[in-house]
């Protein structure tokens, strides 16, 4: 149903990023189904940036978008009474500070859920950012030059509202610092809003994911969203992602909302008891599967998707 799944027929695998590029079809874009519907549920925001759209997910919280490109990137800012925590800094296309400036003044930390290129590549622009001491992470931190995630920005992974000064002939992500490292558990107080950072390894080695219970939200990052989760690349762990999910599992009754890092946002959190079933199914070896290329394997459930590698690492 959704868009996404045609990704089984996607032959090209980076490493470095979330999702395969889309593989053209003449009949067929993977904007077809955009605008999505869900996102008429907020109110949308002007900015001077018309690459990114910006709504308002409730009077301290908001998701900047991005729409126009195939990974469907969102990242989150959260207010506080004395500073404000952007979850996730997208593609480095577009001036996100600039949007960011637009919506607060108060100070702002950058939390990333992981150090995929689709999650970090605005980092450069902010200088307090809160990062994992993870190896995966540091060297993440180094930036990528243009031959790394050239194949993630071809032609036609974008869609419209491209911005003039951006070229993805020069597509780079731009190194950035780490000012403060988190520890698994660790609250931060951005002012009568603790957020929880809970380590989530899976999907990358150095996920994680963010809790603020008293908007009752979990952002998800890549750990969940509403399309196929990967947990298939070399740098991905089932058995990590399994204990992971089982972790956000105990959350489930403190939280309504999950706010992932790709397409739609504010998802029922009862898909966290979804994700622990379809984590547990994949290691029962009568749960039917389809069998991709380097011995992925996709389990279709209603929403979302897991593909995984085979043999698991457990
Ligand atoms: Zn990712």
Redesign the pocket.
Same mark, same amino acid.
């Given at each position: 149903m959704l868009k996404k799944s045609a990704l089984l027929l996607c032959s090209i695998f980076l490493l470095t990023s979330?999702k395969p590029v889309p593989k053209t079809q003449s009949d067929t874009h993977w904007y077809d189904v955009m605008p999505r519907p869900s996102w008429s549920a907020y109110r949308s925001i002007d900015t001077n940036q018309n690459w990114f759209e910006v709504y308002q997910l409730n009077e301290n919280t908001y998701a900047i978008y991005e729409p126009y490109q195939w990974q469907e990137a969102i990242s989150y800012l959260l207010l506080g009474s004395e500073k404000a925590l952007l979850v996730d800094t997208l593609q480095g296309i577009g001036d996100l500070k600039t949007v960011v400036d637009q919506l607060t003044s108060l100070p702002v930390i950058v939390v990333n859920t992981?150090s995929?290129f689709? @999650?970090v590549s605005g980092n450069y622009q902010f200088d307090n950012i809160y990062g994992v001491d993870n190896p995966f992470t540091l060297e993440n931190a180094k930036g990528h030059d243009h031959s790394v995630n050239a194949g993630n920005m071809t032609a036609d992974t974008f869609w419209k509202n491209v911005p003039k000064d951006f070229s993805a002939n020069t597509y780079e992500n731009k190194p950035y610092k780490i000012s403060k490292y988190l520890s698994d558990g660790e609250i931060i107080d951005i002012g009568d809003r603790p957020i929880e950072v809970v380590f989530a390894p899976g @999907?990358?080695p150095d996920s994680l994911i963010l809790i603020d219970k008293n908007n009752r939200m979990m952002m998800t990052?890549?750990s969940f969203y509403p399309a196929p989760l990967?947990v298939y690349s070399a740098t991905s762990s089932f058995r990590d992602y399994f204990n992971s999910v089982q972790t956000m599992r105990k959350y489930q009754d403190d939280v309504d909302f999950l706010l992932p890092?790709h397409n739609e946002t504010m998802q029922p959190s009862t898909y966290l008891a979804k994700l622990q079933e379809a984590t547990l199914a994949v290691q029962d070896s009568r749960t039917p599967s389809t069998i991709g290329d380097n011995a992925t394997h996709t389990y279709q459930y209603e929403g979302f998707s897991l593909i995984v590698k085979k043999p698991l690492d457990y």
């Open positions: 979330c992981h995929h689709d @999650h @999907h990358s990052g890549d990967y890092g």
